[in-house]
């Protein structure tokens, strides 16, 4: 079946300046989560959503950094008046979360460039 | 905070050789350890995943390990391949966390044909 899917797959946007990224989980995985890839920092955990739970927002670095997940499916990762230190590769993965299967499943990432 | 560390950060080995890689995490309380590949410009691919109460896990040439107690995971490679060649993770979901996972920083690969 198809796996997580993300989109664009390459961003390149001016500081100051909003971006949307998407992600698209595997059909009927209950959770999605969102990370972040630099040179600097490694793999960082951003947000969590578990079906129609609060999501946990502890991984965000400020509040420019915001993400919703709508229908329980699609989410969007939204980052306002982006900086240079934005810069990264964005992960997306999804999990079943059924009989505590956390397995996660990555997606090809969205690279973001703030020029 | 759980902190997850992997030696060593590179490696190179000639094709055919057996390695083993490790892994390490501070906090034993975890949920499970899943291991990663990952090519250069590429998302990340699921190797394996061991549940905190098993012992280790194989797919193929691989052979994961987990001593919970003592914080320590390897990644066991058997009769490298050039195709192998890549950045190897490992991963914990820390109990009572929201399952997210803490990365270790990797360790590269290259096996030399």
């Known amino acids: 079946g198809a796996g997580v899917s993300q989109s664009p797959s390459n961003k390149v946007t001016e500081k100051g300046k909003d971006v949307e990224l998407r992600c698209d989980p595997i059909s009927g995985h209950t959770a999605l989560y969102w990370y972040r890839q630099s040179l600097g920092q490694g793999l960082e955990f951003l947000i969590y959503?578990?079906?129609?739970?609060?999501?946990?927002k502890s991984g965000l670095p400020s509040d420019r950094f915001s993400a919703e997940r709508t229908g329980g499916s699609v989410s969007t990762l939204t980052i306002q008046r982006t900086q240079q230190e934005d810069s990264a590769v964005y992960l997306c993965a999804s999990s079943s979360g059924l009989a505590g299967n956390y397995e996660q499943y990555f997606g090809p990432g969205t690279r973001l460039t703030v020029t | 905070k759980q902190e997850v560390t992997q030696i060593p950060a590179a490696l190179s080995v000639p094709e055919g050789e057996n390695l083993v890689l490790n892994c390490s995490f501070t906090d034993s309380a975890i949920y499970n350890l899943q291991w990663f590949r990952q090519d250069p410009g590429k998302g990340l691919t699921s190797l394996l995943l061991i549940q905190s109460s098993q012992r280790e896990q194989t797919s193929g040439r691989l052979n994961a390990s987990l001593d919970k107690s003592s914080g320590r995971s390897t990644l066991y490679i058997a009769a490298s391949q050039p195709g192998d060649s890549a950045t190897y993770l490992c991963?914990?979901?820390?109990?009572?966390?929201?399952?997210?996972?803490?990365f270790g920083s990797g360790t590269q690969l290259t096996v030399l044909p």
């Open positions: 991963a914990v979901i820390t109990s009572g966390s929201a399952r997210q996972l803490t």
């Open positions: 959503f578990q079906g129609n739970s609060a999501p946990d």
